[in-house]
């Protein structure tokens, strides 16, 4: 038999379900709301795709004593997985010097996982970290190595990011300047000031300015302040 008390229960039960689902629903709208709006920041300072250049310095830890600072430049294209993380290509042209002993030039051709540390922001620390192919300017010796960076980038204009970087790279091998000496392979560094030139994500951008409008729309108290800033 349904008592009253039953009744009662059921009523309560089916009130507690749909608040629950209710709210869980409510939980994954913010959530997708803030997604949204994080990717957006990314689109409106950077891109799906970069072109890298840089010019700096770099210094060979080899055999010889008495290393120099060398003239060093790169060129590359990034391309974006994620906002967080980039799969990036670099060429690379600098010169390996000891006084009075060595100076030649080399090559090398980088490929790299990048990760951006904050990506929504103008600032952001990054690193980065892969294998390369290294060769002198004849290739008459070649090697691979593996080397990791760190720096710093800050978006000076829409599409445009300006970064300083250093870089450390290890050799797979003691021949770097044709001399073999110890017992440890040869390793250099390379530093540099240069650009990030973003491009691509227009569509993609657009896309996510409609869907925060729409946000805009129909919960305008809520999320005002947390969108106004991206569309100015």
């Given at each position: 038999?349904?008592?009253?008390?039953?009744?009662?229960?059921?009523g309560v039960v089916m009130t507690l379900t749909s608040v629950s689902i209710s709210y869980s629903q409510e939980v994954t709208d913010e959530k997708s709301d803030?997604?949204?709006?994080?990717?957006?920041?990314?689109?409106?300072?950077?891109g799906s795709h970069a072109i890298d250049l840089a010019a700096g310095s770099a210094i060979a830890n080899a055999d010889y004593p008495d290393a120099e600072f060398e003239l060093y430049f790169r060129v590359g294209y990034k391309l974006h997985i994620t906002s967080h993380l980039n799969i990036n290509f670099i060429?690379?042209?600098y010169n390996v010097a000891f006084k009075e002993v060595y100076n030649e030039g080399y090559m090398s051709f980088d490929l790299n996982l990048?990760?951006?540390?904050?990506?929504?922001?103008?600032f952001t620390p990054?690193?980065?970290?892969?294998?390369?192919?290294?060769?002198?300017?004849?290739?008459?010796?070649?090697?691979t190595k593996a080397q990791g960076g760190f720096g710093f980038e800050y978006?000076?204009?829409?599409?445009?990011?300006?970064?300083?970087?250093?870089?450390?790279?290890?050799?797979?091998t003691d021949e770097l300047e044709?001399?073999?000496?110890?017992?440890?392979?040869?390793?250099?560094?390379?530093?540099?000031?240069?650009?990030?030139?973003?491009?691509?994500?227009?569509?993609?951008?657009?896309?996510?300015?409609?869907?925060?409008?729409?946000?805009?729309?129909?919960?305008?108290?809520?999320?005002y302040n947390k969108t106004q800033s991206l569309f100015l």
């Open positions: 038999m349904i008592t009253k008390f039953h009744t009662i229960l059921f803030k997604s949204n709006i994080r990717r957006f920041s990314f689109y409106n300072y950077r060429y690379n042209k990048e990760f951006l540390l904050s990506p929504y922001t103008k990054y690193l980065y970290a892969g294998g390369g192919y290294n060769a002198n300017n004849y290739f008459d010796t070649t090697a978006i000076v204009a829409e599409g445009v990011g300006l970064k300083l970087f250093g870089e450390y790279n290890y050799m797979f044709g001399l073999i000496e110890g017992e440890s392979d040869d390793t250099f560094m390379r530093m540099g000031l240069g650009l990030n030139i973003y491009f691509g994500g227009n569509k993609k951008k657009e896309e996510l300015r409609k869907k925060l409008k729409t946000v805009i729309n129909s919960n305008p108290i809520l999320t």
